[in-house]
Nanobody, 120 residues
Framework: QVQLVESGGGLAQPGGSLRLSCAAS????????MDWYRQAPGKQRELVAG???????MFADSVKGRFTVSRDNAKNTVYHEMNSLKPEDTAVYYC??????????????WGQGTQVTVSS
């Protein structure tokens, strides 16, 4: 099994910044992707940014130029720096990992979710 622990988030003013982190642990053999999704009230969960399969870095059009993602492979941790925040960035942010475990099972794992609120 793989466990994900998220940290960061909270309240920011428009134009402000927040940083999220997600640490993966457990019987991990390889990590195929580490990325961030978000879900705003009444909306579907959407992919925001991250390292997709093959370690390709991607960003949703709505966050390009404002959000960055970095990764520490030694710690199985992904960081999400959110700058120039807008009220429409308000959502619960979820870390997602697709990994192969030590017993060769490939699965999708989710963090517990962390609230990001952008408001003046």
């Amino acid at each position: 099994q793989v466990q994900l622990v998220e940290s960061g988030g909270g309240l920011a003013q428009p134009g402000g910044s927040l940083r999220l982190s997600c640490a993966a642990s457990g019987r991990i053999f390889t990590i195929h992707s580490m990325d961030w999704y978000r879900q705003a009230p009444g909306k579907q969960r959407e992919l925001v940014a991250g390292f997709t399969t093959g370690s390709r870095l991607m960003f949703a059009d709505s966050v390009k130029g404002r959000f960055t993602v970095s990764r520490d492979n030694a710690k199985n941790t992904v960081y999400h720096e959110m700058n120039s925040l807008k009220p429409e960035d308000t959502a619960v942010y979820y870390c997602h990992v697709q990994a192969r475990t030590a017993d060769s099972v490939i699965g999708d794992y989710w963090g517990q979710g962390t609230q990001v609120t952008v408001s003046s």
